[in-house]
């Protein structure tokens, strides 16, 4: 195999690897809904910020049938249920009413 013959298939490794990193480099959401329908039916919200990866806050919601999807978090309807859930959440959480500390 002569050396022009090698580089280029070098040179087209090095391309095809690099095309593949690109591709996994994406937002997770490629569509986004504009609400749900109750915040009761929410298992888990997660809130990814924006990187170097992709650009845009992605918000990912969970519902109890296991189904996932992103929400838009630039719309109105979509930040009130987001504080309303952050607001529940944080409230139930329960606080120390005194500070013990154990001897070593």
């Given at each position: 195999?002569?050396?022009?013959?090698k580089v280029f298939l070098l040179l087209a490794v090095?391309?095809?690897i690099s095309?593949?990193?690109?591709?996994q480099r994406q937002c997770l959401c490629q569509r986004?809904?504009?609400?749900?329908?109750?915040?009761t039916d929410v298992k888990d919200?997660?809130?990814y910020p924006a990187n170097t990866i992709?650009?845009?806050v992605e918000?990912?919601?969970?519902?109890?049938s296991g189904l996932r999807y992103c929400l838009n978090p630039k719309l109105t309807a979509v930040q009130k249920?987001?504080?309303?859930?952050?607001?529940?959440?944080?409230?139930t959480t329960t606080r120390p009413t005194e500070i013990t500390s154990t001897p070593y």
């Open positions: 195999m002569s050396s022009f013959m090095i391309v095809y095309k593949a990193q690109q591709e986004v809904r504009n609400g749900i329908g109750s915040k919200i997660q809130i992709c650009n845009k918000i990912v919601v969970t519902i109890k249920l987001m504080a309303s859930i952050m607001k529940t959440k944080t409230s």
